[in-house]
């Protein structure tokens, strides 16, 4: 008999055996009531591997009493989808074709588009998958007319469930009797990374792994961490998990979180990314503390500079500290609201000539001299004194406000005393 993965043998049946998704399938759930009307609508669904989606599609096909086709975006093509179109209102679907479309986002947009007339007639009700955000790798002419449902990654606590109903399954399969610490079956459950899929061959590969005495098995501890190294890990340098950690990285920088902006650092370098954290650690540098402590970009350049040169895993050590450096730190995000405001100016075309004081002079040519009236402020008090900078059309454009920390607040004193409150 030909191998087949646990994880297969144990595909719930009914909505009741999925694990986790209660937002969607628990009582009451959107998704529930839908499957549960019969009238099953085009519907993509969204999120990580082994969170349940083809095995929600299966049942929804089961129950609705629709022909199931299956087609993987990776290797299916046009022929492919032309030979589930042939089967229409044949003998084969006299009833339509539920079509499962799996990772829908390597469908090009003339190969989403083929399927479009059949699901605007309701020949072809499409169940599509994807890992990716649909709203970016989905053809808006098909994703306008499909509902998407957002599959989450697994809880521990749910991933745990999933664990003890594989011991409990390969117990009766294999005729024995299973010793498995909670602690250890708590460890394979939290290293799947909410990855049902993943949690369930984990203990299959304990259990091959383990020695039998007199029809028992003792899964212990370490072979559980061995099967567990890295395996939580979820993480795809082009993929929304790749944006989505560095979002989290610098979001909790922003927000002082010292511990979340050091535990997302982590997983980007256990990944083995250095570039990444370093590009944003430095953007973080200037957005969110820039001027109410300006002394933090150089000094980040440097940690940023010796982690490159270093490389793993001393990379870790100027990292860390520029990251606690930064949440430690005050913060002002006046300079971005400064340059983002004088860009929307220029961009709707509020500029105007250079006023004369400030061209280059040395440009006029000959015969063409004019007088400039340029003031140089260094001859004057404090370096400063009144002129026009700005052209005429935007002359009274504000666009910095001084940051309420301590170091904005000094400049803002001195420059209110030299130009004497103006």
Same mark, same amino acid.
């Given at each position: 008999?030909?191998?087949?993965? %646990?994880? &297969?043998?144990?595909?719930?049946?009914?909505?009741?055996?999925?694990?986790?998704?209660?937002?969607? %399938?628990?009582?009451?759930?959107?998704?529930?009531?839908?499957?549960?009307?019969?009238?099953?609508?085009?519907?993509? @669904?969204?999120?990580?591997?082994? #969170?349940?989606?083809? #095995?929600?599609?299966?049942?929804?096909?089961?129950?609705?009493?629709?022909?199931?086709?299956?087609?993987?975006?990776?290797?299916?093509?046009? +022929?492919?989808?032309?030979?589930?179109?042939?089967?229409?209102? =044949?003998?084969?679907?006299?009833?339509?074709?539920?079509?499962?479309? &799996?990772?829908?986002?390597?469908?090009?947009?003339?190969?989403?588009?083929?399927?479009?007339? @059949?699901?605007?007639?309701?020949?072809? #009700?499409?169940? +599509? /998958?994807?890992?990716?955000?649909?709203? @970016?790798?989905?053809?808006?002419?098909?994703?306008?007319?499909?509902?998407?449902?957002?599959?989450?990654?697994?809880?521990?606590?749910?991933?745990?469930?999933?664990?003890?109903?594989?011991?409990? *399954?390969?117990?009766?399969?294999?005729?024995?009797?299973?010793?498995?610490?909670?602690?250890?079956?708590?460890?394979?459950?939290?290293?799947?990374?909410?990855? #049902?899929?993943?949690?369930?061959?984990?203990?299959?590969?304990?259990?091959?792994?383990?020695?039998?005495?007199?029809?028992?098995?003792?899964?212990?501890?370490?072979?559980?961490?061995?099967?567990?190294?890295?395996?939580?890990?979820? $993480?795809?340098?082009?993929?929304?998990?790749?944006?989505?950690?560095?979002?989290?990285?610098? !979001?909790?920088?922003?927000?002082?979180? =010292?511990?979340?902006?050091?535990? *997302?650092?982590?997983?980007? %370098?256990?990944?083995?990314?250095?570039? /990444?954290?370093?590009?944003?650690?430095?953007?973080?540098?200037?957005? &969110?503390?820039?001027?109410? $402590?300006?002394?933090?970009?150089?000094?980040?350049?440097?940690?940023?500079?010796?982690?490159?040169?270093?490389?793993?895993?001393?990379?870790?050590?100027? %990292?860390?500290?520029?990251?606690?450096?930064?949440? =430690?730190?005050?913060?002002?995000?006046?300079?971005?609201?400064?340059?983002?405001?004088?860009?929307?100016?220029?961009?709707?075309?509020?500029?105007?000539?250079?006023?004369?004081?400030?061209?280059?002079?040395?440009?006029?040519?000959?015969? @063409?001299?004019?007088?400039?009236?340029? !003031?140089?402020?260094? &001859?004057?008090?404090?370096?400063?004194?009144?002129?026009?900078?700005?052209?005429?059309?935007?002359?009274?454009?504000? $666009?910095?406000?001084?940051?309420?920390?301590?170091?904005?607040? +000094? +400049?803002?004193? *001195?420059?209110?005393?030299? !130009?004497?409150?103006?």
């Amino acid at each position: 008999m030909p191998y087949r993965p %646990l994880a &297969d043998e144990l595909r719930p049946t009914s909505l009741d055996d999925v694990v986790g998704q209660e937002h969607i %399938l628990g009582e009451g759930g959107l998704l529930r009531r839908v499957v549960e009307s019969g009238s099953i609508p085009n519907m993509i @669904f969204y999120g990580p591997s082994g #969170t349940g989606k083809t #095995t929600v599609a299966n049942i929804i096909a089961s129950e609705s009493g629709r022909v199931l086709r299956k087609l993987n975006a990776t290797t299916a093509g046009l +022929a492919d989808i032309r030979s589930v179109i042939s089967e229409l209102d =044949t003998f084969l679907a006299p009833n339509g074709v539920l079509l499962y479309l &799996d990772e829908i986002q390597y469908f090009n947009k003339k190969q989403q588009q083929s399927l479009l007339e @059949f699901i605007e007639n309701g020949k072809i #009700t499409l169940i +599509a /998958s994807t890992t990716e955000n649909p709203y @970016f790798y989905v053809y808006s002419a098909v994703l306008s007319r499909c509902t998407v449902f957002e599959f989450k990654a697994l809880s521990a606590d749910d991933a745990e469930k999933a664990v003890m109903r594989a011991v409990k *399954y390969l117990e009766k399969r294999d005729g024995v009797t299973a010793e498995i610490s909670a602690e250890t079956a708590r460890r394979v459950a939290a290293a799947c990374g909410g990855d #049902t899929r993943k949690a369930i061959n984990s203990v299959e590969l304990l259990f091959s792994a383990s020695k039998r005495e007199n029809g028992k098995i003792t899964v212990s501890d370490e072979d559980a961490a061995a099967v567990s190294q890295k395996s939580a890990m979820r $993480y795809d340098r082009d993929g929304d998990g790749h944006y989505d950690i560095l979002s989290a990285l610098h !979001k909790s920088i922003r927000g002082s979180d =010292t511990d979340a902006a050091l535990h *997302y650092l982590a997983r980007l %370098l256990e990944a083995g990314d250095i570039i /990444s954290p370093c590009r944003r650690i430095l953007c973080a540098a200037c957005e &969110d503390i820039g001027l109410a $402590y300006p002394a933090a970009i150089p000094i980040v350049k440097a940690c940023v500079d010796a982690a490159v040169q270093l490389g793993m895993p001393e990379a870790r050590l100027p %990292l860390a500290d520029a990251v606690i450096l930064l949440c =430690t730190a005050p913060k002002s995000n006046s300079g971005v609201m400064a340059i983002d405001s004088a860009l929307a100016d220029v961009r709707a075309g509020k500029t105007g000539d250079i006023p004369r004081e400030l061209q280059n002079v040395h440009a006029d040519g000959a015969g @063409f001299e004019r007088e400039q009236g340029y !003031k140089y402020p260094h &001859d004057f008090p404090n370096a400063w004194t009144a002129q026009q900078y700005l052209p005429d059309a935007i002359k009274n454009a504000k $666009y910095y406000e001084f940051g309420e920390n301590k170091t904005e607040q +000094a +400049a803002k004193k *001195y420059w209110d005393a030299v !130009k004497g409150g103006s």
